[in-house]
């Protein structure tokens, strides 16, 4: 009795002790949900972070200093700089080691200057920017310093300018692939509705070839968005066969459940819960079939 008595007051003070506010336990708060969002701007941050001390490690190459300002600009485009505050010192730090590399390798600094130019314009920095573009095109024709002129001179409705440019820039391509692409990318940005009205600058010979090489394009992509077409076909048929095959399965799986369960049945006789079994493992067995 006296254990008894001890353990009932025992739990009666738990039980309380409890109900007390500030002497019972609290509940941790729930966990804060996870930022998606925060957590991809960290590792992208992250990823630049080590391309900047590759870079700043290596002051004259190239390849680094390229892969440092590209994935700095792409923090800006992408609206992870505003996000996260960067600090506006990396953008100088890029554009130091983009013009330390054309130092050591002038051979490449129209592609360095176009790297630098579309950096400075990602991070708002449009006048620095363009001027560097057009400091690459000096130093040779590219097509990434064309193509972010050229959308320029498109939204700004500089034609004359455009022209100008596409003009520049055709002679210096050397292959008939970048020839294709100055035209039509002329054409694109010219606004005009007819080849003739985009090409209004290039020679007889210009125009003819991108008219030759414009139909073997749309007539090459044609016969790929027919290809695409015959094999999402053949997919398509194949995932019908595939459930007509799983739907004969699993109806053979239920027939012969069933079969089974009507064998059970039968041979119960009067045992007692021997129905109650039979029931049970036949719903067992459908729950089987797939």
């Not at 573009?133 to 972010?148: G, H, I, K, V």
Request: hydrophobic residues 35%; positive net charge.
């Amino acid at each position: 009795m006296k254990i008894r008595a001890v353990l009932f007051v025992v739990l009666t003070s738990s039980s309380v002790l409890a109900c007390i506010p500030g002497l019972s336990k609290p509940k941790p708060p729930p966990a804060p949900p996870r930022d998606h969002q925060a957590e991809r701007d960290a590792q992208k941050i992250e990823r630049m972070e080590k391309l900047r001390v590759k870079a700043m490690a290596a002051p004259g190459s190239a390849s680094e200093a390229g892969d440092f300002a590209f994935a700095l600009a792409g923090l800006h485009s992408d609206g992870v700089a505003a996000r996260r505050n960067l600090p506006p010192t990396l953008v100088d730090d890029a554009a130091q080691c983009l013009d330390q590399a054309r130092t050591t390798r002038p051979e490449e600094a129209h592609e360095l200057l176009s790297r630098k130019g579309e950096l400075l314009i990602a991070a708002g920095r449009q006048d620095d920017g363009f001027r560097a573009l057009r400091e690459s095109m000096d130093a040779r024709p590219n097509l990434r310093a064309f193509e972010l002129l050229g959308k320029s001179f498109k939204q700004q409705n500089q034609i004359d300018d455009l022209e100008k440019l596409c003009k520049q820039t055709l002679p210096a391509m050397r292959s008939e692939t970048q020839r294709y692409v100055i035209l039509d990318k002329c054409v694109a940005f010219s606004g005009a509705s007819t080849i003739e009205g985009g090409l209004r600058w290039a020679s007889a010979k210009d125009v003819e070839f991108y008219r030759q090489k414009r139909a073997e394009v749309q007539d090459a992509n044609a016969r790929f968005q027919e290809q695409k077409r015959v094999e999402q076909k053949e997919e398509w048929q194949k995932q019908d066969r595939e459930r007509d095959r799983a739907r004969r399965e699993k109806d053979g799986c239920q027939r012969q459940c069933a079969s089974v369960h009507s064998l059970c049945k039968a041979s119960c006789g009067s045992t007692s819960g021997c129905l109650g079994r039979c029931q049970s493992d036949a719903w067992s067995c459908k729950s089987s079939c797939r």
